[in-house]
């Protein structure tokens, strides 16, 4: 797909099932009941290769970020939202990867 026919973000809302959604210590303004700690010394398999990560966002029973607003679908907190989710651009190689389903 390419990047200038790409649905907007507040009008499809893919990428917010494309979790797990690790989180960085830069990531501290996510509210607590939001996070899975992570066991020490666990090993995820990272697409963004991030390292040192803290934790995981929780989803829904149907895949979605717990941060999700599934009418508007946009982020409750997307002022504050996690890094992973910043990089996770409008027509980044992730959303496209995620739009063409793979």
């Known amino acids: 797909m390419m990047p200038d026919i790409l649905p907007p973000c507040n009008e499809c809302a893919k990428c917010c099932f494309a979790g797990p959604w690790l989180l960085k210590g830069i990531d501290i303004n996510i509210p607590e009941e939001y996070v899975i700690e992570l066991p020490e010394g666990i090993q995820i ?58």
Do not use: W
């Open 45 to 102: 398999n990272n697409p963004l290769k991030l390292n040192n990560y803290l934790g995981r966002l929780k989803q829904r029973e149907n895949g979605s970020c717990v941060m999700l607003d599934e009418d508007s679908k946009t982020c409750t907190i997307y002022d504050n939202r996690p890094l992973a989710c910043k990089l996770f651009h409008r027509g980044s190689p992730s959303c496209l990867e995620v739009l063409d389903g793979n």
